[in-house]
Nanobody, 121 residues
């Protein structure tokens, strides 16, 4: 059973920083794209950043220059370093990964349970 478990959310003041982590566990053959999405109240879920297995990254315009996505392939873990946070970044952040489970013949799309990030003074 493959699972994604996020950690690192919380309350931070404007201008502050947080680092989110997401670890994939279970029987995993390989992982392709790993990504972070977020969903604010009353809004659609949106892509924040993604990273390929080779390290190529993609960012939403709203977070470019402030957020950095990275991954540790040996640990099946993806990170999101968030700097210069503003109240507009308040949302539930979800980890997403394209995973080829052991014993399977294809990749599947997996989601974490979400972690709340609140930016407020």
């Amino acid at each position: 059973q493959v699972q994604l478990v996020e950690s690192g959310g919380g309350l931070v003041q404007p201008g502050g920083s947080l680092r989110l982590s997401c670890a994939a566990s279970g029987s995993i053959f390989s992982i392709n794209i790993m990504a972070w999405y977020r969903q604010a109240p009353g809004k659609q879920r949106e892509l924040v950043a993604s990273i390929s297995s080779g390290g190529s990254t993609n960012y939403a315009d709203s977070v470019k220059g402030r957020f950095t996505i990275s991954r540790d392939n040996a640990k099946n873990t993806v990170y999101l370093q968030m700097n210069s946070l503003s109240p507009e970044d308040t949302a539930v952040y979800y980890c997403n990964a394209d995973i080829h489970p052991g014993g399977s013949y294809r990749y599947y799309d997996y989601w974490g349970q979400g972690t709340q990030v609140t930016v407020s003074s």
